[in-house]
């Protein structure tokens, strides 16, 4: 277990830097994931990783639930009212923070939006967070960090796994997968299965104002979900250094969001959804190689995504007798290529150079009872990225970097908004970056960065109407942060890594959505760049092995965020706890049986720009126990929110109470 601890936290942590790790020490540590890792980026070696052991031990079956325990990171439902499981890292939303799949860009065209909720980490390897230094190589908008994610790749020569589970609110799911891997190619399928009818809301939940009208006892109305996925890929290892790999990724699912549930007056947005997805797809085609060529490296990957959801939509009235007021289809695609080069200057001098292009589509169709409205809207993002990495002695290791983005909006077409027809836009930005390393001993490393980013406004935030809800704003700028970081990484006498870190960020032309009036619009709402934003903060993560049966990891994040406009009153950011604690504890009693209870506090958070307004702080305790008979085969089962606390990420929209869980895996 202590080389565990060693290898999965310790070398994750100091390992990514290509210039640290030699040969031998890579060997020695048997790196293997962490060397699939350090494709994607070498450079930092401040990333947190969470493996697919980690995973499993705290019972995380998303990408969501797997983040939480990485401090300054907070798995959120606020936006949209609980419409997608958001990310945020240190105070960024999820539309900062882009997610890559083994390098490939997956968020949504319409909003850089990604639903963590619905990435199963059934098939991952490595889950990979970068705060607030990221990568030049990896392209645009990596503003509040980036979110990378290693698909399994199989290893041996025949292998597989079967799974089945059931859960509450009458939900099941069913898992398999087999790969095959020998010296020059490998082949993987893996399949799942997951459908849940509804979840419960606590027994604290009492009913007030209108929320009354919209659950049946402490059943969630509208909370059905349903997914089904199929990953296969095949890959060429013509030898140790190249690879050719062909992969492909259906998702299907379905949909519910839960009705609004508090008293209307209390509600921070006058809109309020009332939706079912009947679809929820997305399909990716991606290549990836990889070729070596002695003092240099060239790799690509190309791709082609497409997002497809069809939602209905109900009234106030119409959903009481599951009447569709109008029906949404989003019909969005994306594809592009990234090619990177890397030359070995000298055993301690590495230059990258990344050249990435991406090609945006958006497609929407409303449907009500009185009108069928197109909209169409393209555009494309380039994105130059070099780094040069140096090893200065023993000790100092000096990484410098830098971006150029580019993004063009090159065709606007509404049947909606057509003042909005023909308004094209384009925006650029340079981001320069550093970061060096000071290695004191083999324990103890600091570092410092300083870094500019960018992020580039979704189709969304400048051309939504939202079906006239919302009013366009097609002139939206680019927001442009600076951001500073100092931080250290401790192994003490090889059982305890500690890490932490202080930060500073400071952006320009923050975009926030603003509720407003004027006599043209009456009450509406825009996107805006209202002003400046600052966030400060630290955070501190401890893994600890204390003996054969006792391991624990604890985290702690403090942010402090505020807007600088004085046109708005009480300019709050939202949605940022202040205080936020992870801790998860393992304990083995005795061989093969692990107990695994875990507790997670947000303090209080402002809920909208402009108000004073704040959803109440919660706590909440999960607890998981495995065991297994026999070496292939695990049994588990757990509990979450053990105590049934009644909490919310936004008001109006209860999460889910006490619930159970129980999963068999067999591996061969």
Request: include cysteine; hydrophobic fraction near 30%.
């Amino acid at each position: 277990m202590k080389k565990k601890l060693y290898i999965s936290a310790i070398t994750a942590a100091l390992c990514l830097s290509g210039l640290y790790a030699d040969e031998d020490s890579v060997e020695t540590l048997e790196t293997i994931e962490v060397i699939e890792a350090t494709e994607i980026e070498q450079s930092t070696r401040i990333s947190d990783v969470i493996d697919e052991q980690f995973t499993r031990e705290i019972g995380a079956k998303s990408i969501g639930e797997a983040l939480q325990q990485v401090s300054g990171v907070l798995n959120t439902y606020a936006e949209e009212g609980g419409t997608k499981g958001g990310v945020n890292i240190r105070g960024f939303s999820g539309t900062r923070v882009p997610v890559f799949v083994d390098g490939i860009p997956v968020y949504s065209p319409y909003d850089k939006s990604v639903d963590v909720a619905r990435i199963n980490t059934y098939d991952i390897n490595e889950i990979i967070v970068s705060k607030g230094y990221t990568s030049s190589l990896l392209g645009a908008s990596t503003l509040g960090g980036a979110i990378h994610i290693i698909s399994k790749r199989p290893t041996e020569s025949f292998s597989g796994e079967v799974g089945a589970g059931i859960m509450s609110g009458g939900g099941h799911e069913e898992s398999a997968s087999i790969g095959v891997g020998e010296d020059t190619y490998y082949a993987a399928l893996s399949v799942l299965n997951t459908q849940r009818d509804y979840y419960e809301l606590p027994h604290g939940y009492k009913p007030d104002g209108n929320q009354g009208e919209y659950g049946d006892g402490n059943r969630r109305e509208n909370s059905k979900t349903k997914d089904f996925q199929v990953n296969f890929k095949v890959g060429l290892t013509p030898n140790d250094t190249d690879e050719y790999s062909l992969n492909y990724i259906l998702q299907q699912g379905e949909k519910g969001q839960p009705y609004y549930a508090a008293d209307l007056s209390q509600a921070i947005n006058p809109f309020l959804p009332k939706w079912y997805w009947k679809d929820l797809d997305r399909t990716s085609y991606y290549v990836i190689t990889k070729t070596n060529f002695d003092t240099y490296t060239v790799s690509s990957r190309w791709y082609y995504d497409q997002f497809y959801s069809f939602v209905n939509d109900y009234g106030f009235e119409e959903m009481n007798n599951h009447d569709i007021e109008a029906t949404h289809e989003y019909d969005d695609s994306s594809y592009g290529a990234i090619v990177q080069g890397d030359v070995r200057l000298s055993d301690d001098k590495v230059f990258k150079i990344s050249l990435a292009q991406k090609y945006d589509i958006h497609k929407y169709t409303l449907d009500d009872s009185s009108n069928t409205l197109n909209e169409k809207i393209k555009g494309q993002t380039f994105s130059i990225g070099v780094e040069h990495s140096w090893k200065l002695n023993e000790q100092f290791t000096w990484v410098v970097g830098s971006s150029y983005d580019k993004n063009k909006i090159t065709d606007v077409k509404s049947d909606i908004a057509s003042n909005i027809n023909g308004t094209t836009k384009d925006t650029s930005a340079f981001n320069p970056q550093t970061i060096l390393y000071f290695q004191a001993n083999r324990d103890l490393m600091f570092y410092g960065s300083l870094s500019k980013k960018s992020n580039i406004p979704s189709i969304r935030q400048r051309y939504s109407t939202e079906d006239w809800r919302l009013v366009p704003n097609p002139d939206l700028d680019d927001e442009r942060m600076v951001n500073y970081e100092i931080g250290t990484e401790y192994i003490y006498n090889n059982d305890h890594l500690i890490k932490a870190a202080v930060f500073y960020a400071k952006t320009d032309d923050f975009i926030a959505m603003v509720n407003d009036f004027n006599w043209s619009y009456g009450y509406y709402t825009e996107f805006r760049n209202v002003g400046e934003e600052e966030h400060r903060g630290a955070e501190i993560a401890v893994s600890s092995y204390w003996n054969d049966a006792f391991t624990t990891t604890v985290s702690y994040a403090y942010i402090d965020a505020k807007i600088k406009n004085k046109n708005i009153a009480n300019a709050y950011v939202t949605d940022i706890p202040k205080h936020n604690i992870y801790a998860s504890f393992k304990y083995v009693p005795f061989k093969n049986l692990d107990i695994i209870p875990i507790v997670r506090y947000e303090s209080k958070r402002y809920s909208s720009v402009g108000s004073n307004k704040r959803n109440e702080g919660f706590a909440i305790a999960d607890i998981r126990v495995a065991y297994q008979p026999i070496e292939d085969l695990e049994v588990s089962a757990g509990i979450k929110n053990i105590f049934d606390k009644y909490y919310y990420y936004d008001i109006g929209y209860p999460q889910e109470g006490r619930s159970f869980y129980a999963n068999i895996r067999y591996s061969f």
